[in-house]
């Protein structure tokens, strides 16, 4: 099984450095994602049998042509459920998503590099992951694929599922074929 995972990273590895832009992607497919989402959702930590609130917030913006950024802050409520208190934790990330030629409705993550500086690629034997995004119908799909330091892999899949008021959102995170932690929410649209 790890060497099946591991045969699966590096292949997508390759696919992250073969991977070609498409400036002429339907920029339509994006459209209906781009703006600011916020609410909150349930998280379960399997592994530790925890239930967590968490909000959310989302913003969906253009990238060069026909790609996309993706801003998401997480607030991990205290044990209390306040968002004030010691044991409050939040996360923000963001990430630049390119159109991949000849792959309608498939997404790479765009390289690091600047004007000056050598793109790069993940090093997925040090840690670092694969990050790739497909849209499916109202569904925006962002994949991440890692291989931990003991050679287990880790698969997190978060779904982002457009509603008449904002969007539905699902995470799981997956060691291996065991899912660790699973979360669900409700966003509205801001603007």
Not at 55 to 75: A, E, M, R, Y
Not at 87 to 115: C, I
Not at 129 to 148: F, H, K, P, Q
Not at 151 to 165: D, K, N, P
């Amino acid at each position: 099984m790890a060497f099946r995972l591991r045969a699966m990273a590096f292949a997508l590895a390759g696919f992250a450095v073969l991977a070609s832009y498409d400036a002429h992607a339907d920029e339509e497919k994006v459209a209906p994602f781009l703006g600011t989402f916020v609410g909150s959702g349930t998280a379960e930590n399997l592994a530790e049998g925890e239930r967590e609130t968490r909000d959310l917030d989302v913003t969906v913006t253009p990238f060069q042509d026909d790609g996309f950024t993706i801003n998401w802050i997480t607030v991990i409520r205290g044990e209390s459920g306040d968002r004030t208190g010691p044991d409050v934790k939040r996360r923000e990330v963001t990430e630049n998503f390119l159109p991949v030629e000849d792959k309608e409705n498939l997404f790479v993550l765009a390289p690091d590099g600047g004007l000056f500086q050598k793109s790069e690629t993940p090093d997925l034997l040090s840690g670092e992951a694969v990050r790739w995004a497909a849209i499916d119908g109202n569904t925006m799909i962002v994949y991440s694929l890692a291989i931990e330091a003991a050679g287990s892999s880790e698969l997190q899949v978060f779904r982002r599922s457009l509603t008449q008021t904002g969007m539905d959102i699902s995470f799981v995170r997956l060691r291996d074929d065991e899912i660790v932690v699973r979360m669900k929410g409700e966003l509205v649209r801001t603007n």
